[in-house]
């Protein structure tokens, strides 16, 4: 029998592995750069300082998200490169990551929502506007 658990798993920069790295960045570039069409430096030397939330679908890495401790990137926390690899839109996990994993991310971020007010121009896709209200 195929496990099709969808695991959630949190881990700074310095507990990632190489292969978890390499997926990491190779998701983030496929969907934002390719697919989106969206021309950036992904590796922006930010990483290391972010607490990077990894989900897992039978191994594949399927979601993303790296978030911040304030006064990091910004004065308060914050997230960024939130992404779900195409085959596994629509099962809700980019909900998941953005509305119940972030709260229980290691930097404590409390609220979190693109639909509760919040603005998410395309810039803050690729990471260079936070979200505002």
């Avoid at 990091?72 to 839109?89: D, F, P, Q």
């Amino acid at each position: 029998m195929i496990n099709t658990e969808i695991k959630y798993i949190w881990k700074a920069f310095d507990e990632l592995s190489s292969d978890e790295l390499y997926a990491m960045i190779h998701l983030r570039q496929k969907v934002f750069i390719v697919e989106q069409d969206c021309p950036y430096i992904d590796a922006d030397y930010t990483d290391q300082d972010a607490f990077h939330l990894l989900v897992y679908k039978n191994n594949d890495l399927i979601g993303y998200l790296r978030a911040f401790k304030p006064g990091i990137k910004y004065e308060g926390s914050s997230l960024g490169r939130i992404v779900t690899e195409i085959n596994s839109r629509g099962l809700g996990i980019g909900k998941e990551i953005t509305n119940t994993r972030a709260k229980k991310s290691p930097v404590m971020i409390k609220e979190v929502s693109t639909n509760k007010g919040y603005k998410c121009p395309k810039e803050v896709l690729i990471g260079k506007l936070p979200m505002t209200k």
